[in-house]
């Protein structure tokens, strides 16, 4: 099992960039497939972005496809989810999550719910 912790979250105006991080303890992070998923206020957990353990096979919502990055580095059991072109729509907390046992293609169509461990959250927020 691996825990997770998210940074990089802030306020930017629109059209703006951040770069989020996701640093995870433990031996085994480089088994893991990892996604990032956001939920704004009132809204349910959505789904972002996902990598597949070595780094292929992303996953991207349509809501921010051509505008978000997700990459990691397994030396540094770190994935990243760099974002671009931030829109006010983009205003959310974000979550970083693992899942050993899917594919990161299959992370952007199933419950969240079927994903373990979650971080803490990190809260970005787009002004207009």
């Known amino acids: 099992q691996v825990s997770l912790v998210e940074s990089g979250g802030g306020l930017v105006q629109t059209g703006g960039s951040l770069r989020l991080s996701c640093v995870a303890s433990?031996?085994?992070?480089?088994?893991?497939?990892m996604g990032w998923f956001r939920q704004a206020p009132g809204k349910e957990r959505e789904f972002v972005a996902s990598i597949g353990w070595a780094g292929g096979n992303p996953a991207y919502a349509d809501s921010v496809k051509g505008r978000f990055t997700i990459s990691r580095d397994n030396a540094k059991n770190t994935v990243y989810l760099q974002m671009n072109s931030l829109k006010p729509e983009d205003t959310a907390v974000y979550y970083c999550?693992?899942?050993?046992?899917?594919?990161?293609?299959?992370?952007?169509?199933?419950?969240?719910?079927?994903?373990?461990?979650w971080g803490q959250g990190t809260q970005v927020t787009v002004s207009s």
């Open positions: 999550t693992a899942n050993r046992y899917t594919t990161a293609q299959e992370m952007a169509i199933m419950s969240p719910s079927g994903n373990d461990p």
């Open positions: 433990g031996r085994t992070f480089g088994v893991y497939e």
